[in-house]
Each structure stands twice: as structure tokens, then as C-alpha cells.
Nanobody, 116 residues
Framework: VQLQASGGGLVQAGGSLRLSCATSGRTVSRYAMGWLRQAPGKEREFVGVILSYGSTVYADPVKGRFTISRDNAKNTVYLQMNSLKPEDTAVYYC???????????WGQGTQVTVSS
């Protein structure tokens, strides 16, 4: 199973980025596909998840700004990030698991840096 996260970069506050998580070896629509992030000096934190039946759950700091979607044909999950803030700066990871609380496979992470 491989998860390949991409799309990170440097953006100014208020800008947008879309992260992608291309997956092989598992069908993303059958699993919980989560996005988590880790800022320097901080623990990794939950950002959001799209569940197998399509519903999404988001952490409070990103609600209304971030959106997770899924392209079943491409077996890829996306994280659309709008109205970015400097505190969103982190390495973002996608993960595949049986629930929003348990992930078995992880992507390599992609750096998102938001300048003020």
C-alpha cells in the first residue's frame, strides 16, 4: 500500500492550496482517508477525514476553510485549503485506516508554509 501526498508549498496568508493523496494498493472509497498535520515542535494533530460512505469530519480550527473530497476513479483524496493562516503551517500527512481514529498506512508528508 502506498500513499503519495503532494501539492504543498509556500503561500501567503489568505491564499489557497490543494493537497492530493494518490493511493495504490487499497481502494480509497472503502476506507477512512484522513489528513493530519504536524507543526514544528508540536504533536501531530487531526485535520479531517472522509469516511468510506462519503461523510466528512473536520477539526474545529479548519472548519469552513478546508474541504476533503475523493475521486474514486483516480483513487485519490484531496484537501482543499482556503483562507490559509500562518498557524496552518505544518507538514501535512494523508493516512488510510479503518476509522477516523486508527490509521494503518501513511503518506510521506508534504510541507505547507503560510507566510504572514
Amino acid at each position: 500500500v502506498q500513499l503519495q501526498a503532494s501539492g504543498g508549498g509556500l503561500v501567503q496568508a489568505g491564499g489557497s492550496l490543494r493537497l492530493s493523496c494518490a493511493t495504490s494498493g487499497r481502494t480509497v472509497s472503502r476506507y477512512a482517508m484522513g489528513w493530519l498535520r504536524q507543526a514544528p515542535g508540536k504533536e501531530r494533530e487531526f485535520v479531517g477525514v472522509i469516511l468510506s460512505y462519503g461523510s466528512t469530519v473536520y477539526a474545529d480550527p479548519v472548519k469552513g476553510r478546508f474541504t476533503i473530497s475523493r475521486d474514486n476513479a483516480k483513487n485519490t483524496v484531496y484537501l482543499q485549503m482556503n483562507s490559509l493562516k500562518p498557524e496552518d503551517t505544518a507538514v501535512y500527512y494523508c493516512a488510510l485506516g479503518s476509522s477516523r481514529y486508527k490509521y494503518d498506512y501513511w503518506g510521506q508528508g508534504t510541507q505547507v508554509t503560510v507566510s504572514s
